[in-house]
C-alpha cells in the first residue's frame, strides 16, 4: 500500500509542478486532482478545496507533546485522543517535541496516517540559544550589537533545527520598564527604538535568508500586546494604558517584526484595556491583519484562549472559541476550544465560515513558505542532528556575545581590570561556582549544570586565587515550572567567607539571582540580593572593603548599598553557556567592556517602573517647595540610567554638529567627533536622543533614535553621523496615524540617556 501512494504522489508532483510550488504531499495524497490550468488554482487553494471543515479546524489546533513518539500508540487517556486527532489530520502543529527521530516519527503519522497527509509545524521555545546557550536576550540587548545578536538567533536556528524543529516562539519583542516582572529577561527592555532593532535582527536571525533551507525556522512576535505592562510587574496581571502609548511604545516592535516578513504573531495573556488579548478583534484582525496586512498566523499564548473564562470574558469553552476565533486568534495552543467547539459554531451560525478558511489558508501557506509541503522530513536527519549540536563555532560566537554582555556599572580608583599576577585573591559567592544557574530560564535544548563558572574561566587564564562559597542562595532543587526557595537562615559557610575576606587583597565577590528567579511567572516586589548575600556583602565590606562586586541576575537589581560602597561593580547578567569564560577575561582585561545597559537601575523598588523616557510634568521642578514631581524620601534619578556602561578606558565627546538640510533633502544630519583618549582600545555605544518641544500630543523628554558601536584604538578620533528624517522625529496621534509635525527639537549625543547639552534646530 505504500509503495502505491508513493508511485501515485510522485505521478501527481509532476502534474502540479506545471501550475503550482513545488510538490503538495497535503493536496494530492489520496485523491486524483489535475492540474487546471484555466482556473490557475493556488496549491493552497487546491489543498483547501479537498479539506472537510473539521480538518480546517484541525489545522488551527495545536497540542503539547503527548507521547513518545518512538514508541507504541498510546492506549488510552488524553494521549490517546490526541493521537486519534493525529491520525484523522484534526492538528496543524505540536510543540515540545524534539530529536529528529522523534519529530520524523510523529511527522510520519501525519503524512503517511491521516487522508490529506498534511505536515505538521513543530514548535519550541529557542529563546536564547539552543544547546549553546547565548545570554538571556536583555543581557544580548546590551550588547548593542545587531550584527552579533542576529548571528545569535542564526546558530539557535541551525542548532534547533537539526533537532526536528521549524518554529520558536521568539522573539520577545514587550517593552517592559518594570524590572519587578521576571520576563524582562526575555525582551529588549524599555526602549522602543532600541526594542524594534533587536527585534529586526532576531527575526533575520531566525528565520534567515530562505525559509526553505533546512536550517531556518519560523520566528514568532510575542506578546501581542501590552504584556510588559502588567500592572505592578506581576505576571498575567491586567494591563491598561492609554492609546498614545499603545501605538508609540509597545506596537512599532511588532510592527517591525511584520516588515521584517515575521512568520507568526502570538498573542499575550493579559487584558488591555478590558479585553483578553485572545480575544480582541481590535488588535488581531484591525491593526495585525488590516493594518498592516500580516500575512502570517497569529497563534494563542499556553491556554490563554480558555483563560478568558478566568477573566470573565468568555462563560464556557465553546464560548473562547467563538470570540478567539471571529477576534482573529488562528491557531489555539492548548485549549481546545477550536478542536471540540468550533464546527459547531459554524453551523449554528455564530462563526463565519470565511475565518475558518482565513485561518487554515494562513497556517498552510506558513506550512508552504517553511518548504514543509516539499519535503516533510526535511528537518530529520539524525546524522545532521549529532554532527550540529556540539559546535565550536556556536562555543566561540557565543563566548564573544556574552563579552559583549557585560556592562561595567562602577569602577572608582580603576580597580578592575585585575592583574593576572594579583596575589592573596579571594573568590566568594555560591553564583562563582555555579554552571546550571548562568544558563538563564529557558534552555529548553540545552543541558543542566553546562554552563562554565567564574571558578572555571579564572582557572583557565592562571589567575591565582582562593575560594569560599558562603552560604547558599537556594534550597533544594530547581526546575522550570516551579518556584525558587531561597536560604534565608542557614548561614553555614558564613564565617569562613568573611575569614577568607579579611586575610585577603582583594576580594571578587559574585552574587546576584538565581537563573530560575527570573522569566515567566518570576516577578519579584523586591530587587535587592536574595538571601543572606547583602548581609555578606556587608560583613565582607567591614573587613575589606577592596571588592569587585560581579553581579549576575535576568533583570535590574537595586544596587544602591553597593554603589556607594562598593568601589567596582560589573553586571554579568545570567550570559549562557560561555558566561565563566567571558566574566574571566573582562576581569583581568583581556576583553573591554562596553556594554551599556538596556534598562533602568533604579535606586528604591519604589521608583518602578522607571525609565528615562517618561513624559515632562506640568511641575517638573525642582523647587523650594513641595509641590513638585519627586519623592519627599528618594531622589528622583535612577541609579544607573538607560544606555549607561563604562570602558576601561575614556571617550571624550565634541564638535557636535547639526545641520539642518530638511526643506531640501528631508533630512536633518547630526555628527559628533569621538576620540578615546585612554591607553588602551575599546568600544563605545554612542547614542542620539532627540526632544520634540511642542506637539499636538505630549511627547517624552528624551527619545533614542539612533546609535552606532563604535570600536577606537588608544588616541584614535572619528567622526559619527546620524540622519534624523520624518520617521525618527515624528510620532503617532492617539488614533494610531503617524504624524509629523514642524516646529522646535533638542539633539542630544553622548554615551547615556543622561545628557544634559543638546543642540538646537527648527523645522519650518
Known amino acids: 500500500m505504500l509503495k502505491l501512494k508513493i508511485v501515485m504522489y510522485m505521478i501527481l508532483v509532476g502534474l502540479l509542478c506545471l501550475t503550482c510550488t513545488p510538490k ?22 487546491m489543498l483547501m478545496s479537498k479539506m472537510t471543515l473539521e480538518e480546517k479546524i484541525g489545522q488551527m489546533n495545536q497540542y503539547n ?68 546557550l547565548t545570554p538571556v536576550p536583555l543581557a544580548e540587548t546590551a550588547s548593542w550589537d545587531l550584527e552579533a545578536i542576529e548571528l545569535s538567533a542564526r546558530n539557535a536556528a541551525i542548532e534547533a533545527s537539526s533537532r526536528g524543529i521549524n518554529w520558536t516562539f521568539a522573539p ?18 524599555e526602549d522602543t527604538y ?24 519560523a520566528a514568532c512576535a510575542k506578546h501581542f500586546a501590552g504584556y510588559g505592562f502588567a500592572e505592578a510587574g506581576m505576571d498575567y496581571n491586567t494591563v ?16 517591525a517584526c511584520v516588515d521584517e516578513g515575521v512568520l507568526t504573531v502570538m498573542n499575550s495573556f493579559n487584558i488591555l484595556n478590558g479585553v483578553p488579548a485572545t480575544g480582541d478583534k481590535f488588535l488581531q484582525r484591525e491593526v495585525l491583519k488590516d493594518r498592516w496586512d500580516f500575512q502570517g498566523f497569529v497563534i494563542s499564548d499556553w491556554g490563554s484562549g480558555k483563560e478568558m473564562i478566568d477573566h470573565g470574558f468568555a462563560k464556557d469553552l465553546k464560548d473562547v472559541a467563538i470570540i478567539a476565533t471571529n477576534a482573529g486568534s488562528d491557531m489555539d495552543m492548548e485549549s481546545y476550544g477550536n478542536i471540540r467547539h468550533l464546527k459547531e459554531a459554524v453551523e449554528e451560525g455564530k462563526v463565519d465560515v470565511k475565518y475558518i478558511d482565513d485561518a487554515c489558508r494562513r497556517i498552510l501557506q506558513a506550512k508552504e513558505d517553511l518548504g514543509l509541503f516539499d519535503d516533510p522530513y526535511k528537518y530529520c536527519n539524525v546524522k545532521r542532528e549529532k554532527e550540529l549540536l556540539y559546535n565550536d563555532k556556536h562555543m566561540e560566537d557565543a563566548l564573544n556575545l556574552a563579552k559583549k554582555s557585560i556592562v561595567l556599572l562602577k569602577n572608582e580608583n580603576s580597580i578592575l581590570p585585575l592583574s593576572k599576577k594579583e596575589k592573596d585573591l579571594a573568590v566568594i559567592g555560591v553564583l562563582a561556582g555555579e554552571k546550571n544557574s548562568p544558563l538563564g530560564n529557558w534552555r529548553m535544548g540545552s543541558d543542566d549544570n553546562s554552563a562554565i563558572s567564574v571558578l572555571e574561566g579564572l582557572k583557565e587564564i592562571g589567575l591565582k586565587h582562593k575560594y569560599e562559597k558562603g552560604p547558599d542562595l537556594i534550597k533544594g532543587n530547581t526546575s522550570f515550572i516551579h518556584e525558587v526557595k531561597i536560604n534565608e537562615t542557614d548561614r553555614t559557610g558564613f564565617k569562613e567567607a568573611v575569614k577568607l575576606a579579611k586575610k585577603s587583597k582583594k576580594v571578587v565577590l559574585v552574587m546576584g539571582e538565581h537563573g530560575y528567579q527570573s522569566g515567566e511567572g518570576r516577578s519579584r516586589a523586591k530587587l535587592g540580593l536574595p538571601g543572606l548575600q547583602q548581609e555578606l556583602l556587608e560583613a565582607i565590606h567591614e573587613v575589606n572593603p577592596n571588592i569587585v562586586l560581579v553581579t549576575m541576575s535576568g533583570r535590574p537589581l537595586v544596587l544602591t548599598w553597593a554603589d556607594e560602597n562598593i568601589p567596582a561593580i560589573l553586571h554579568a547578567w545570567q550570559l549562557g553557556t560561555q558566561s565563566g569564560h567571558a566574566i574571566a577575561a573582562a576581569l583581568v582585561g583581556d576583553y573591554n567592556p562596553s556594554g551599556k545597559i538596556p534598562m533602568t537601575f533604579p535606586r528604591s523598588v519604589g521608583q518602578v517602573p522607571i525609565y528615562y523616557n517618561h513624559m515632562s510634568s ?67 555605544v554612542v547614542q542620539l ?29 572619528k567622526t559619527i553621523t546620524f540622519d534624523l528624517t520624518k ?30 547639552e543638546f543642540k538646537k534646530f527648527e523645522i519650518q
Open 24 to 45: 503538495d504531499t497535503g493536496s494530492i495524497k489520496k485523491t486524483d486532482v489535475a492540474k487546471d490550468t484555466k482556473t490557475k488554482l493556488s496549491k493552497i487553494d
Open 194 to 217: 532600541l526594542g524594534c532593532q533587536i527585534a529586526r535582527a532576531r527575526v533575520k536571525g531566525f528565520q534567515g535568508k530562505d525559509l526553505k533551507a533546512n536550517n531556518t525556522i
Open 618 to 684: 506640568g511641575r517638573p521642578g525642582p523647587i523650594d517647595l513641595v509641590f513638585w514631581r519627586h519623592y519627599t524620601d528618594e531622589v528622583n534619578a535612577p541609579l544607573y540610567p538607560f544606555g549607561h556602561g563604562l570602558s576601561y578606558t575614556d571617550f571624550e565627546y565634541s564638535d557636535v554638529t547639526v545641520t539642518n538640510n530638511f526643506a531640501t533633502t528631508g533630512k536633518v544630519d547630526v555628527s559628533v567627533q569621538l576620540k578615546n583618549t585612554g591607553s588602551v582600545k575599546g568600544k563605545e
Open 172 to 189: 520577545m519583542v514587550d517593552i517592559s520598564r518594570d524590572a519587578r516582572w521576571g520576563r524582562v529577561m526575555e525582551g529588549a527592555g
Open 240 to 255: 491598561d494604558v492609554g492609546t498614545s502609548t499603545l501605538y508609540n511604545v509597545i506596537l512599532p516592535p511588532f510592527k
Open 689 to 717: 536622543y532627540i526632544r520634540d518641544l511642542v506637539a499636538s500630543t505630549v511627547r517624552p523628554i528624551k527619545e533614542l533614535k539612533g546609535f552606532e558601536l563604535v570600536p577606537l584604538e588608544a588616541g584614535e578620533s
Open 65 to 132: 507533546g503527548f507521547w513518545d513518539a518512538t514508541g507504541p500508540a498510546p492506549e488510552g487517556g488524553d494521549s490517546r485522543w490526541k493521537y486519534d486527532h493525529l491520525k484523522s489530520g484534526l492538528v496543524g502543529s505540536v510543540l515540545n517535541v524534539t530529536g529528529a527521530e522523534a519529530v520524523r516519527a510523529m511527522q510520519k503519522e501525519a503524512v503517511e496516517g491521516s487522508r490529506l497527509g498534511i505536515p505538521l509545524i513543530f514548535g519550541l521555545d529557542v529563546i536564547h540559544g539552543h544547546k549553546t
Open 727 to 756: 520617521e525618527e522625529l515624528g510620532f503617532f496621534d492617539p488614533q494610531g496615524k503617524f504624524i509629523f509635525e514642524a516646529g522646535e527639537f533638542h539633539v542630544f549625543i553622548g554615551g547615556s540617556s543622561d545628557l544634559k
